[in-house]
């Protein structure tokens, strides 16, 4: 098989000043890497993990164990980082790699950014997201649907940098003739669900650079509340003309927007969907219908008036960090939260281990002495803690 065309596209959004993404578009080399922590921190765990996987050599064939050790590499280089640098303490980063070696594409995969597969006009995720949200939906506790509004869908479970080496999923796809291989940051899965990614990917047949500006156009329309990257690469099929670039490409920081960073308070920005008007012999129902949905707003109104004033729960920030929110772990339409973040902590989720982090979904509503308490006690869940 033989690349046709490849392109990649990133962009911090509409909410973060910084952009913590990076990526790597080397054909036959692909990697997205979304980085977390504090500081400038995510920004340089993703960094170091792209070059890692860029400067590394790649001569003859290929198999799975190779986009493994490219992980191995690049987390070792984020942790031996974390370690030397105080600053940089705490930070991770994603990472998924693809390698088109032949007929097959080797992937490689940590955290929850994916990667996708476009054939017979047909969209599936290569991928599962390492992710508190993900364990709970393959473990069937939550729906797929549930798992798109749920508070803490943004909590990675495994992450390179925290631990000297970390568990990587790999295997192999078959390629075909005309098949499209997307990499994408969570920024694009959490804004664009994949029927619509589907949409405008086969509105540019051909044009892999304008199908990722008009996803990265579409995640932003959509609120763009986190950094959004987006890589493609197809594989030719008999009358393709060859288009591949021959540079390599990393992510440099990107300008910083006028917008401050926002992760959980304030209304997002939808758009405004056009309704059709209600036959005339469904109006008896609206009469019945309308009362019961302003009751049901003033209950919500109410529990959230008291959540705000009285109730904590114990959860997971946007850059994965434990913390205490104050308010009621309940999201409504357009965006809004029932609650805002009142303490966070320097303990990172992706190093507990499982008992700690099925924890964070217990959601119990306390005190704010008692919320805190509950955030230090998480500490006996880190991974090799005694």
């Excluded at 047909?122 to 797929?144: F, I, M, N, Y």
């Excluded at 540079?247 to 926002?262: G, I, K, L, N, Q």
Aim: glycine share 8%; charged share 25%; hydrophobic share 40%.
């Amino acid at each position: 098989m033989t690349l046709a065309r490849s392109a990649a596209v990133t962009d911090p959004g509409r909410r973060r000043r910084r952009n913590e993404d990076a990526y790597v578009c080397d054909p036959p080399l692909f990697v997205i890497a979304d980085g977390m922590g504090g500081a400038q921190a995510g920004e340089v765990a993703s960094h170091l993990a792209a070059s890692s996987a860029q400067r590394a050599e790649r001569d003859g064939p290929s198999d799975e164990s190779d986009v493994v050790q490219l992980i191995q590499d690049a987390n070792r280089s984020v942790y031996e980082r974390a370690r030397a640098d105080e600053s940089t303490s705490g930070m991770g980063t994603t990472m998924t790699v693809a390698l088109v070696d032949g007929d097959s594409v080797r992937i490689g995969h940590v955290g929850d950014s994916r990667a996708y597969l476009v054939r017979d006009h047909s969209l599936e995720q290569l991928t599962e997201d390492h992710s508190l949200v993900g364990e709970l939906v393959r473990s069937g506790r939550l729906s797929p649907e549930e798992a798109e509004d749920h508070p803490h869908r943004s909590v990675i479970t495994r992450v390179l940098g925290t631990d000297p080496d970390v568990d990587v999923d790999s295997f192999s796809v078959a390629a075909r003739p005309g098949d499209l291989f997307m990499l994408c940051s969570d920024g694009l899965t959490s804004m664009v669900d994949d029927s619509q990614i589907l949409e405008v990917l086969e509105e540019h047949p051909g044009d892999v650079k304008a199908a990722a500006q008009a996803l990265v156009d579409a995640a932003n329309a959509s609120g763009g509340d986190d950094n959004i990257t987006v890589v493609l690469f197809q594989i030719a099929s008999l009358d393709d003309t060859i288009e591949i670039p021959g540079t390599a490409v990393t992510t440099e920081p990107a300008a910083e927007p006028e917008v401050d960073e926002d992760t959980l308070g304030g209304a997002k920005q939808v758009p405004v969907v056009q309704t059709a008007a209600a036959p005339k012999k469904r109006r008896r129902a609206w009469k019945v219908v309308v009362p019961l949905v302003v009751v049901l707003i003033l209950a919500t109104a109410g529990a959230a008036v008291y959540g705000a004033t009285r109730a904590n729960f114990v959860g997971v920030d946007k850059n994965g960090y434990v913390a205490v929110y104050q308010g009621v772990p309940w999201n409504l339409p357009f965006g809004i939260h029932l609650y805002r973040e009142v303490y966070t902590s320097h303990l990172l989720a992706a190093a507990l281990a499982q008992p700690g982090r099925k924890k964070l979904f217990d959601h119990t509503l306390r005190s704010r002495s008692d919320a805190e308490n509950v955030v230090k006690k998480y500490s006996r869940y880190v991974v090799g803690s005694q």
